[in-house]
Nanobody
Framework: QAQLVESGGGLVRAGESLKLSCAAPAKIFRFNNMGWYRQAPGSQRTLIASITWHGAPTYKDSDKDRFIISRDNTKYAIYLEINRLKPEDAGVYYC????????WGWGQGTQVTVSS
């Protein structure tokens, strides 16, 4: 098992902010691009933001002004700050290597629910 551990989700109101955290094992994290994926109800899991080992971020065009991805290479952790949350941001958020997930599986994810 990959032992990716996501946290920080919850029930928030539209317009508020949230910061998600992910702890990854070294074999997945070290020297690799990492990303955050979202799986909305009834939809496939999709990559929404990624960051290189050196900290260069990439976002979907529709999210780049509200999402901030970051990483701490000393803690094997990545983060996703979501500002001005919208109902369509709701879903389960996962972290993994990006753009191709690692072969060691997924964590449990962290649920984000947005009330309007």
């Amino acid at each position: 098992q990959a032992q990716l551990v996501e946290s920080g989700g919850g029930l928030v109101r539209a317009g508020e902010s949230l910061k998600l955290s992910c702890a990854a094992p070294a074999k997945i994290f070290r020297f690799n691009n990492m990303g955050w994926y979202r799986q909305a109800p009834g939809s496939q899991r999709t990559l929404i933001a990624s960051i290189t080992w050196h900290g260069a971020p990439t976002y979907k065009d529709s999210d780049k002004d509200r999402f901030i991805i970051s990483r701490d290479n000393t803690k094997y952790a990545i983060y996703l700050e979501i500002n001005r949350l919208k109902p369509e941001d709701a879903g389960v958020y996962y972290c993994n290597q990006a753009p191709t997930p690692s072969p060691w599986g997924w964590g449990q994810g962290t649920q984000v629910t947005v009330s309007s």
